[in-house]
Antibody, heavy 121, light 110 residues
Framework: QLQLQESGPGLVTPAETLSLSCIVS??????????WGWIRQPPGKGLEWIGI???????HSNPSLKSRITMSVDTSKNQFFLKLNSVTAADTAIYYC?????????????WGKGTTVTVSS | QSALTQPASVSGSPGQSVTISCTGT?????????VSWFQQHPGKAPNLMIY???KRPSGVSDRFSASKSGNTASLTISGLQPEDEADYYC??????????FGGGTKLTVL
């Protein structure tokens, strides 16, 4: 059974870069027709889609965040990554990684449990 | 402010049906049959309930159904059960290759 697990720093200083990783187990990150994505949820608020990355490195991202994010994949470790630079308190959220079914369906069918990131000095 | 508009809350008694609406625009819901619905219990990750407007993933109860008309998608939960109490989010593909979410609807089972 496919499982995803996020990991990250927990606390990030304002203006610095947030770096998260997601390890995929129970399946290969290079499986055709699946992309790997990030979604976040500020405390007490709704979900926000951040972006997705294909194992080849191709990405699609939220226009509101595009200038600040970098997504990548390490196929040898079955992991994918998110970097968000110039963070502010508004970036405080639970960050989820998820498998996104191919671009035809545009939906997330397997989610990690989420990791909490707080931006504070 | 979310790109898709959902009611903040809905409620119903056990056994009843409730419908949650999700209103977007022609740049998302109106022109693409790529609407999903997610259920989220407190402290848990979201769970996919509906995709491509009307399709249910394996394992999702047939008490959950959905539809779309124009710029508005809807999720209907029939035969309400206590475990259905959760937050529900709609999500749609948007022109330009990204996804947008609704603000979420809290379902209370009375």
């Amino acid at each position: 059974q496919l499982q995803l697990q996020e990991s990250g720093p927990g606390l990030v200083t304002p203006a610095e870069t947030l770096s998260l990783s997601c390890i995929v187990s129970g399946g290969s990150i290079t499986t055709a027709n699946y992309w790997w994505g990030w979604i976040r949820q500020p405390p007490g608020k709704g979900l926000e889609w951040i972006g997705i990355v294909f194992y080849s490195g191709t990405t699609h991202s939220n226009p509101s965040l595009k200038s600040r994010i970098t997504m990548s994949v390490d196929t040898s470790k079955n992991q994918f990554f998110l970097k968000l630079n110039s963070v502010t308190a508004a970036d405080t959220a639970i960050y989820y990684c998820a498998r996104q079914v191919g671009l035809g369906a545009w939906t997330m069918d397997v989610w990690g449990k989420g990791t909490t990131v707080t931006v504070s000095s | 402010q979310s790109a898709l508009t959902q009611p903040a809350s809905v409620s119903g008694s056990p056994g009843q049906s409730v419908t949650i609406s999700c209103t977007g625009t022609s740049t998302n819901i109106g022109n693409y049959d790529l609407v999903s619905w997610f259920q989220q219990h407190p402290g848990k990750a979201p769970n996919l309930m509906i995709y491509e407007v009307v399709k249910r993933p394996s394992g999702v109860s047939d008490r959950f159904s959905a539809s779309k008309s124009g710029n508005t998608a809807s999720l209907t939960i029939s035969g309400l059960q206590p475990e259905d109490e959760a937050d529900y989010y709609c999500c749609s593909y948007a022109h330009g290759d990204f996804l947008v979410f609704g603000g979420g609807t809290k379902l209370t089972v009375l």
